[in-house]
């Protein structure tokens, strides 16, 4: 697992970005509209600085964030504590996915965004997130898209990279931080969810068309533009197929209810 305590300051720099705010809204709407009004529990595994984590506490929610980085979140709860209406509905807790136990309890939503491409394999990990959601509750995976990787690269005028790799076929390249990145495949997620006893929702592509601009810095009403366009294609063949990340949800279903 990668040590995220040395790149805390990238990420959250790329967080604040407009880039990085899209990934965020995006994953964050489409989780949302997933979940009850009311109240309920969430787990969010690799939560690092605590961004989807107060996304999901500011909607009402009861959320557990986990991370490996002890600096990560030092950060989380420095952010937490600036907002007091928090208080009592998160909890932060220093592990990372092998070592994470939640003592029998069931969550009606697991969140695991941005970790499983820095792991070798996500079966286990998988195997194990799912085994936490309850009756109802959802699984979401947000990943690097493994059937797009050259594309920033090419877009970028990286010629020769993004050759190698689109010839290759492989699923690796370099990420935001500056660290490989392995991608997945959404027929693979969905069936280890499936694996696992959850039915697969449809998945969405996310940052189509504004992956490759380091550089984006635009107004407001341009980056509400770009939102609601993103949002668009996220769910459209075949635009989603180009994101630069995946994001794959499953469902436990209650028992005794229809498939």
């Known amino acids: 697992m990668t040590d995220f305590a040395t790149v805390g300051a990238a990420y959250a720099a790329h967080s604040r970005s407009a880039r990085g705010r899209l ?35 500011a909607a009402g929610h009861r959320v557990t964030g986990f991370d490996p980085s002890a600096e990560m979140l030092d950060t989380a709860a420095r952010r937490i504590a600036s907002r007091p209406g928090f208080a009592g509905r998160v909890r932060l807790v220093n592990a990372d996915i092998g070592s994470f136990s939640c003592d029998g309890e069931r969550f009606d939503a697991v969140c695991c965004h941005g970790v499983l491409m820095y792991l070798e394999d996500p079966a286990e990990a998988v195997g194990r997130l799912a085994g936490m959601v309850g009756p109802g509750g959802l699984l979401s995976l947000l990943t690097k898209n493994g059937a797009a990787v050259g594309v920033r690269e090419a877009c970028r005028g990286e010629y020769e990279t993004a050759r190698e790799l689109i010839e290759s076929g492989t699923a690796a390249s370099i990420g935001n931080l500056g660290l490989p990145t392995r991608g997945d495949d959404v027929a693979a997620l969905d069936e280890l969810a499936s694996i696992h006893g959850l039915t697969p929702l449809a998945w969405q592509g996310v940052r189509i068309f504004h992956d490759h601009s380091e550089d984006w810095r635009p107004a407001p009403a341009e980056y509400a ?16 197929q180009l994101g630069r990340m995946v994001h794959t949800l499953a469902r436990r279903q209650v028992a005794g209810s229809p498939t």
């Open 23 to 57: 990934r965020h809204d995006l994953v964050a709407r489409r989780v949302l509209t997933e979940l009850p009004a009311r109240p309920v529990r969430v787990l969010d595994a690799g939560c690092g600085d605590g961004e989807m984590l107060i996304r999901l506490a």
């Open 225 to 240: 533009a770009a939102l609601e366009t993103e949002w668009a294609a996220s769910s459209r063949d075949p635009y989603r």
